[in-house]
């Protein structure tokens, strides 16, 4: 049974995002309270009915390749069409192209509500998002009025085409080709690996991004190109015309999210696969961190989809499962498991670091939507923020996840209960949209370095000035500015590498931290003018206090690894390490 967090999402949306305030502004006055309960209200009706009943189905009876197709089980398109029916895909989408041009962290609420009900289904919607922003972007005139309309609505898909067989993490190694047909558009071949919805029939057509290397083009990234490739050619009034030679090899067989078909696609089997350039030749890597930046922010909201769903099993099993006296009192007086104190400790772990990634996750969308407004502070406040939103997110999805099959017991490693799924599907998260090691590299390798420093230090500024007696809180802050300063001054490349993924935790900790006091704050305040649910508003007070209380202080922990070095890394040499 899952129930959309419609009350913590208006919590985070207020306090976090501060819809009120992006409200005022007329690029997004259509966001008035009325419009956002509605939206709120409106997603978790379609969530809870039609989305989460065929989260188990999926995951038992895989999207799977029959005959060249990508088969779903019952149920799933018409699921997809009430999606599309209701205008959800578009939320944020631009207007003039048939979108209803919402705040960013508006449209994030229909991203957690269908996320939590079915994290597989739900990548659908996530990856066209990603092609929204990269043809919106970098596309011609032509381009945007031919397929963001379309996109807009959800009747096509999106996805995007970066990984190779030979070419991982690594980009710049891709050898897919792009040879010019001498009208403007191009011939594209190659294999392209764990496409996201590569094939499926629930949309019209399916809008490829795909990265691949013209005639003769520079080695590495520099040498990459980013086209835009249709399952289906467009005749010239627009509509649905002949097939491109995109052939689906196989659906992998995952560790989780069974609902996304992730496909090995062959561009350019059995004849022309024709696509056309989007943005400049060799000005693939701009176009594709346009998708990348917000595509991680919404990877790390799944860090928060999983948390919540798993978060609401536990609870209610705890609720359910009778065993054993509680320490200390009548031994022929079985309780609730709830009733144990280890049991609570797990939960209120649950519940704070659910609020504590959903708060960071509100609080970076209402950045990007305060740098579409022409905040040039909030841009480089989201561009540090990207980092820790997606790997902090993501970390903390697995942990609760394993907590959740944790608190079920033997219980929890059984298939049947489905504590499990939560924890199976949890784990790309940390892979995808850049490993979470990449995440920490890229903040201490270019973030952290932004305006020679001052973006983190101004991060750190605010942390320390919203702590106020939060003893802990302030001293986790000093510590990342310590290691950010040694980092910036002292440390090599290896040794600022060595120490990315401590030092990532930390600041990510420190921040959430800082949510974590305003959320407490905002939660007492409502409650000294009776106004507001007291249960929730009690129950954002104690997770707010567990956070500070018990993961802020852990994080501290984090500094030695973080100011160690590297030396020790390399102390064998690689055949002694395998010893």
Known sequence: MFTAPTKH???????FAGIDELSGHNAFADATPDMVEAIVD?????????????????DAHPAHLKDGKVVFPDGFKSAYDAFVEGGWAGIAAPQEFGGQGMPFSLGMVTLESLGAANMGFNLCP????GAIEA????GTEAQKAAYLPKLSTGEWSGTMNLTEPHAGSDVGALSSTATPRGDGTYNIAGQKIYITFGEHDLADNIVHLVLARTPDAPAGTKGISLFLVPKYRLNADGSVGERNAVVPLKVEHKLGIHSSPTCVLQFGEGGDCIGELIGPEFGGMR???????NARINVGLQGVQVA???LQQAMAYAADRVQSARAGGDPKMPVAIIEHPDVRRMLLRMKAGTDAIRALCYYTAGQVDRAHLGDAAAAKRTDVLVPLTKAYGTDMGVEIASLGVQIHGG???IEETGAAQHYRDARIAPIYEGTNGIQAADLVGRKLSMDGGD????????ITAQANAESALVALAAACGEVAEWMLTTASIDDRLAGSVPFLTMLSVATCGMLMVQQERAAKAALSVAEGDPAFLNGRIVSARFYLDHLVPEAMGQKASALAGAALFYELDAEALRA
């Open 287 to 293: 176009a594709m961190f346009t998708m990348m930046n």
């Open 411 to 413: 219980m929890g490693f």
């Open 308 to 310: 919540e769903r798993a």
């Open 42 to 58: 409106g997603i978790a009706a379609l969530a809870e009915g039609e989305w989460a009943p065929l989260n188990r189905i999926g």
């Open 9 to 15: 999402q208006m919590f985070a949306l207020t306090h």
């Open 135 to 138: 043809i919106y972007a970098h």
């Open 455 to 462: 973006v983190v230090r101004a991060l750190i500024a605010d």
């Open 126 to 129: 996530t990856l066209s998002l």
